[in-house]
């Protein structure tokens, strides 16, 4: 069973939609969650960070967080183009150990 | 520019040859990471350092090795490729606290 799990897709949405990415992982005792943006060719860039339960919103992004149910989503608001990417969600459960899932390909049709 | 530098950018190689992957950063970090990134399988962490002249094994070490003489550099060896070493290799590095990670740019290597 893999760590961290992620729907591979592609998902794909029309420019202005809600894309919906998830998350599940299995370490109960992860104490930080990110997601990452993967262009094709490009490095990973951090976009969103979460340590609490709840949402954390950053402009057209909006990280949930459910410990209890083991489970991290990504909502994108309002998706453009230049959204269409590789998102990856990654879990720490020490600085040591960051789990990342295989990743969500997204893409944002005009 | 403060930020991580991977060389080379791309390398083809010949099964049993020795190689490094070169990863230098200048944002005094003092965490290090090597990953590997495999279609379907994602990122993999290969070794890790916490410090300078400390470092770790990660998911999948076999194979690799890794020093850290100083802050700013973590070099990756693999001694004799084969070619399931195939793969991108991303080197990362965080600061104090450690958990955010920031990425170099990659060195996709082929080995034939």
Redesign the interface.
Known sequence: QKE?EQN?GPLSVPEGAIASLNCTYSDRGS??F?WYRQYSG?????IM?IYSNGDKEDGRFTAQLNKASQYVSLLIRDSQPSDSATY?C?V?SN?????????TRLTVKP | IAGITQAPTSQILAAGRRMTLRCTQDMRHNAMYWYRQDLGLGLRLIHYSNTAGTTGKGEVPDGYSVSRANTDDFPLTLASAVPSQTSVYFCASAGQGGDTQYFGPGTRLTVL
Do not use: H, T, Y
């Open positions: 961290v591979s104490q930080s990110f490009k490095s990973p860039e951090l960070s990856l990654a720490n600085n040591n150990d960051m789990r990342f899932g295989a990743g």
